[in-house]
């Protein structure tokens, strides 16, 4: 396995042309090495490792058919040999400084945009590998306040589930946007321009924008289960909740992992 896997990671993202509409994204093939994808699937978790979303107390509204295990030192940790030296060695430099830096640069427009002087923010980073299942379906939603930049690493075994990848969707009411802190939206109040294919070895990413509006389309296949790592970068003091009643806004608990 190459010991060089995260300069092949940054390399593919960083020189990938960003698709402009309907929000800026981009899609990454064999964004891993190919030996080191075989060895990520090889050692993905076992289920009975995975948890709820809401039973993590990570959110209070939330499918149960998606299954979560974050890469925390603790629960990393807890895996068995040789999934725990796999996933430790991978959070080593996915989540060290340098890997934030760069998604951050590359989107970094949208963050000024958004943020202005991004030196006067706070970021941090969390990566989680997830498992959804048959039932799981999110209508369309720009992502959460705390969210900057979201990265989806499609990890399936072949590329038959090509179909069940996330959408991107524009909304039928000219000019609506996000107003921040908002509900997943019913599918029928928008219109989906496009599905990113649920391939091996393929990256989607976005920064969270006003009209970043993406989800996942209802999974009918009741055998179906998709993998994926999930990578987040975050600000502790989004300016949408600054904009809100002080008693609306969230303490900042998470550490302080990089900045401008």
Not at 18 to 26: E, G, K, L, M, S
Not at 150 to 167: I, K, M, Q, V, W
Not at 210 to 234: A, C, M, Q, T
Request: with cysteine.
């Amino acid at each position: 396995m190459s010991s060089d896997v995260d300069l092949h990671v940054l390399y593919k993202i960083a020189n990938a042309p960003i698709n402009p509409f309907p929000f800026p994204h981009i899609y990454v093939r064999d964004v891993f090495p190919p030996d080191y994808y075989r060895a990520l699937r090889e050692h993905l978790p076992p289920q009975q490792a995975l948890r709820t979303l809401t039973s993590l107390g990570r959110v209070s509204d939330y499918p149960d058919s998606r299954l979560v295990l974050p890469l925390t030192s603790d629960e990393i940790g807890a895996l068995p040999e040789p999934c725990r030296g796999f996933w430790r060695h991978m959070a080593s430099w996915m989540l060290g400084p340098t890997f934030g830096q760069v998604i951050a640069q590359k989107f970094l427009e949208c963050l000024v945009e958004r943020f202005g002087d991004v030196r006067n923010r706070r970021f941090y980073d969390e990566a989680l590998i997830a498992s959804d299942t048959a039932t799981f379906a999110l209508g369309p939603h720009t992502g959460t306040p705390l969210k900057v930049a979201s990265l989806r690493f499609y990890l399936p075994a072949d590329e038959s589930l090509a179909p069940l990848g996330t959408s991107i969707y524009v909304p039928r009411k000219p000019g609506f946007v996000s107003a921040g802190a908002e509900p997943y939206h019913l599918f029928e109040d928008f219109r989906r321009v496009a599905t990113m294919p649920y391939l091996p070895n393929t990256l989607f990413a976005f920064p969270k924008t006003p009209n970043s509006f993406h989800g996942v389309e209802p999974i009918s296949d009741p055998g179906v289960r998709r993998d994926l790592l999930l990578y987040d970068i975050k600000v502790t003091d989004p300016p949408e909740l600054a904009r809100q009643a002080p008693a609306a806004q969230p303490a900042a608990t998470a550490p302080v992992k990089f900045s401008f």
